[in-house]
């Protein structure tokens, strides 16, 4: 069974998209999702300031 996830409150903090959503257990959840090509970061969190911390000192690798 795949995910069904409604994203809201999406913002942009460089290359790097911030959203909240529930998770299958309604409990509110925060993403981080770096968008560069070939990057690959993305991490869950539970508050939201975590993952707009995470957002604006993510520092991408890929060249």
Same mark, same amino acid.
């Given at each position: 069974?795949?995910?069904n996830r409604r994203f /809201? /409150?999406?913002v942009r903090i460089g290359p790097v998209q911030v959203a909240t959503y529930y998770d299958g257990r309604g409990r509110e959840k925060h993403t981080a999702a770096c968008t560069a090509p070939r +990057?690959?970061?993305s991490t869950d969190?539970?508050?939201r300031a975590a993952a707009e911390l995470a957002a604006r000192t993510h520092r +991408? /690798?890929?060249r």
């Open positions: 069974m795949t995910a /809201r /409150r999406v +990057c690959g970061f969190y539970d508050s +991408c /690798r890929v």
